[in-house]
């Protein structure tokens, strides 16, 4: 049998309503930042991602679905989706009517990566991006909307790391001293290390090898090469994020994986899930609207894992059931009646559910508890005969006969 692709997976109904529970949850905060959602093609130009998250990052040289289509135009499937949502804003010239955009989204991403626990080639992201605001009250406004998502899913095991990566200048005499500390070690430091130290050495910071720990322990530290005002960007951003009330660590060797990070950088990070301890990640980006040949702007954003988000809000929710108002348990003679009863309840906004498999009344009734209703409606003879319908509360187990009427059918259902 042909199978799925690997690095995917098929999201089953039991599992689309944990998607749809955090989904909503998803919508409701956002909404309380007045975020507006954005939605962008799953397919861009390669050459997007080339110029914005870097050539030497991991996710441009080594995971990028990218190919020629049949017109010989290199395209490839989005692997995030900063890059994207700066390019509508550059081509639709969105701010010029609004200078200052809140933009969030959520949709899939895909990545040739080693697919393990919370680690897929297609998996999804909820983001949000602040794009035309320089100063740290932008940060500190993301960073809130990173955490109140989080914590709003119910999940509390997890930190807030933040570090700055200063300006570009600063970025730039910072990765100068880190090359020449590193390269007196070379030949000490792991494969991976040692290709970084030409293509992307801030991520030698991030190195999870042994060996490279110990001559990071060292290394040069980023706060050392901020400049002035880089550090006071960043004391900022500290200093709103502790009159929030969010609290937070600061992490000298986060360095995050994109190429067009400058100043602020963040990580929601957790011990709940095996090797993958980011729940997701951003920071600010003063640069990339030139790296792609736009209009200069500034923004800043995050990018959480849908799936990491929703496994770990799921530990907590296990026993989470689906929400149906109403089972129609009724005898088979009965069809065209249950029916006509079932159309009226959904016409109205209720969620019903009937047997489609002629099962014995006991049967229906088991199932109406196995879908978790909150009521079930009976229809046997007697009802038919005096015109009536039956209504059991599944919470109470209280059961009660009362005289059809479409008004008191509905009502039965709204308390
Ligand atoms: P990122 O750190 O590459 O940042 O990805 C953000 C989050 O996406 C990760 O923390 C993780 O939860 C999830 N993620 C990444 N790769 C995978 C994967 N293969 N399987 C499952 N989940 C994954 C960005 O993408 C930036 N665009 C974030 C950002 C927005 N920065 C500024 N604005």
């Given at each position: 049998?042909?199978?799925?692709?690997?690095?995917?997976?098929?999201?089953?109904?039991?599992?689309?309503?944990?998607?749809?529970?955090?989904?909503?949850i998803i919508r409701r905060v956002t909404r309380t930042f007045d975020y507006?959602?954005?939605?962008?093609?799953?397919?861009?130009?390669?050459?997007?991602?080339?110029?914005?998250?870097?050539?030497?990052?991991?996710?441009?040289?080594?995971?990028?679905?990218?190919?020629?289509?049949?017109?010989?135009?290199?395209?490839?499937?989005?692997?995030?989706?900063?890059?994207?949502?700066?390019?509508?804003?550059?081509?639709?010239?969105?701010?010029?009517?609004?200078?200052?955009?809140r933009?969030w989204?959520?949709?899939?991403?895909?990545?040739?990566?080693?697919?393990?626990?919370?680690?897929?080639?297609?998996?999804?992201?909820?983001?949000a991006?602040?794009?035309?605001?320089?100063?740290?009250?932008?940060?500190?406004e993301?960073?809130t909307l990173?955490y109140n998502l989080?914590?709003q899913?119910?999940?509390?095991?997890?930190?807030?790391?933040?570090?700055?990566?200063?300006?570009?200048?600063?970025?730039?005499?910072?990765?100068?001293?880190?090359?020449?500390?590193?390269?007196?070690?070379?030949?000490?430091?792991?494969?991976?290390?040692?290709?970084?130290?030409?293509?992307?050495?801030?991520?030698?910071?991030?190195?999870?090898?042994?060996?490279?720990?110990?001559?990071?322990?060292?290394?040069?530290?980023?706060?050392?090469?901020?400049?002035?005002?880089?550090?006071?960007?960043?004391?900022?951003?500290?200093?709103?994020?502790?009159?929030?009330?969010?609290?937070?660590?600061?992490?000298?060797?986060?360095?995050?994986?994109?190429?067009?990070?400058?100043?602020?950088?963040?990580?929601?990070?957790?011990?709940?899930?095996?090797?993958?301890?980011?729940?997701?990640?951003?920071?600010?980006?003063?640069?990339?609207?030139?790296?792609?040949?736009?209009?200069?702007?500034?923004?800043?954003?995050?990018?959480?894992?849908?799936?990491?988000?929703?496994?770990?809000?799921?530990?907590?929710?296990?026993?989470?059931?689906?929400?149906?108002?109403?089972?129609?348990?009724?005898?088979?003679?009965?069809?065209?009646?249950?029916?006509?009863?079932?159309?009226?309840?959904?016409?109205?906004?209720?969620?019903?559910?009937?047997?489609?498999?002629?099962?014995?009344?006991?049967?229906?009734?088991?199932?109406?508890?196995?879908?978790?209703?909150?009521?079930?409606?009976?229809?046997?003879?007697?009802?038919?005969?005096?015109?009536?319908?039956?209504?059991?509360?599944?919470?109470?187990?209280?059961?009660?006969?009362?005289?059809?009427?479409?008004?008191?059918?509905?009502?039965?259902?709204?308390?």
């Open positions: 049998m042909i199978q799925n692709i690997k690095g995917t997976r098929d999201i089953l109904p039991d599992e689309v309503v944990q998607w749809q529970r955090i989904e909503a507006k959602e954005i939605r962008t093609p799953v397919i861009e130009y390669t050459e997007l991602f080339q110029k914005s998250a870097g050539e030497g990052s991991d996710v441009v040289s080594k995971e990028m679905y990218s190919f020629n289509d049949r017109s010989q135009e290199q395209i490839c499937l989005r692997p995030e989706l900063t890059a994207p949502v700066a390019r509508v804003v550059a081509q639709n010239t969105l701010l010029r009517a609004n200078p200052t955009l933009l989204y959520s949709g899939p991403c895909f990545r040739y990566e080693r697919p393990q626990l919370g680690r897929q080639r297609q998996f999804h992201q909820v983001g991006e602040c794009i035309g605001s320089t100063h740290p009250e932008s940060d500190a993301i960073i990173g989080i914590t899913c119910g999940i509390q095991d997890f930190e807030l790391h933040i570090n700055s990566l200063g300006s570009v200048d600063s970025r730039k005499n910072y990765r100068d001293a880190l090359v020449s500390y590193l390269k007196q070690f070379e030949p000490q430091l792991s494969e991976d290390s040692q290709r970084r130290l030409g293509t992307n050495p801030l991520r030698i910071l991030d190195s999870k090898d042994e060996a490279d720990k110990a001559i990071v322990a060292s290394a040069p530290k980023l706060v050392d090469c901020l400049d002035e005002s880089s550090m006071q960007h960043f004391r900022d951003v500290q200093a709103l994020l502790q009159a929030a009330g969010i609290p937070f660590v600061i992490n000298p060797v986060l360095v995050r994986g994109l190429d067009y990070y400058t100043h602020t950088v963040f990580e929601f990070k957790t011990n709940s899930l095996g090797a993958q301890d980011a729940i997701g990640g951003g920071g600010r980006y003063d640069n990339l609207f030139e790296t792609i040949k736009a209009q200069p702007a500034s923004g800043v954003g995050f990018g959480i894992g849908l799936e990491r988000l929703i496994l770990l809000a799921s530990k907590q929710n296990e026993n989470a059931v689906e929400d149906l108002d109403c089972f129609l348990v009724a005898d088979a003679k009965y069809l065209a009646t249950a029916l006509e009863y079932a159309q009226l309840i959904r016409n109205n906004g209720f969620s019903c559910r009937t047997d489609l498999q002629r099962r014995s009344f006991k049967a229906q009734m088991k199932e109406a508890d196995k879908f978790g209703a909150r009521k079930v409606l009976i229809l046997a003879e007697s009802e038919i005969a005096d015109k009536s319908f039956t209504v059991k509360d599944m919470k109470t187990g209280t059961q009660e006969s009362i005289i059809y009427s479409p008004e008191a059918l509905l009502r039965s259902l709204s308390h």
